[in-house]
């Protein structure tokens, strides 16, 4: 006992008659046992969760160093009169923040539409303005919710 008192798990008590003390040390012996493996998931566990951690640690820093890179490219355009870019710039900015940013998986018709506008804009820039596009909503859908990217592959199929 003082052995498992000083952490030491690995070793068994050996059972020496088969009466109710033969079977208190059995029972003894499965308990070590199954201490031992739940150490070892309890272990396994903190492990997964301290990469999980990090893994969204990582996700959150690398976004923020993209819109960073965006925006610093943005104004480098503008200054240099590069307005047509800096419209493309700003735009794959406001879509990449809308897909990594918008934790909820639904969205209202509204929010969802004014993404797929700035998608349909940067399709219109990739096209050279030869992409034409209305986006009309009734008013009684537009606070309605809705799975959110839901229309924009269908779009994105529709323009291809």
């Given at each position: ?39 070892h998931t309890v272990q396994r566990q903190r492990n997964n969760y301290y990469k999980l951690e990090m893994l969204a640690l990582k996700s959150k820093l690398n976004p923020h160093f993209l819109y960073n ?92």
């Amino acid at each position: 006992m003082e052995r498992i008192q000083n952490g030491e798990l690995d070793f068994t008590m050996e059972r020496k008659k088969q009466d109710e003390f033969g079977m208190i040390i059995d029972s003894f012996n499965y308990m070590l046992v199954r201490i031992k493996e739940l150490l070892h998931t309890v272990q396994r566990q903190r492990n997964n969760y301290y990469k999980l951690e990090m893994l969204a640690l990582k996700s959150k820093l690398n976004p923020h160093f993209l819109y960073n890179v965006f925006d610093m490219i943005y104004w480098k355009m503008v200054l240099k009169n590069e307005y047509e870019i800096a419209d493309v710039v700003a735009t794959l900015a406001d879509i990449l923040r809308y897909c990594v940013n918008h934790k909820k998986e639904f969205v209202t018709v509204q929010e969802d539409m004014r993404y797929l506008s700035s998608y349909l804009s940067f399709q219109r820039l990739l096209l050279n303005e030869k992409l034409q596009y209305e986006i009309r909503i009734p008013d009684e859908l537009s606070e309605c919710e809705m799975p959110k990217l839901l229309i924009q592959p269908l779009v994105e199929n529709a323009i291809k």
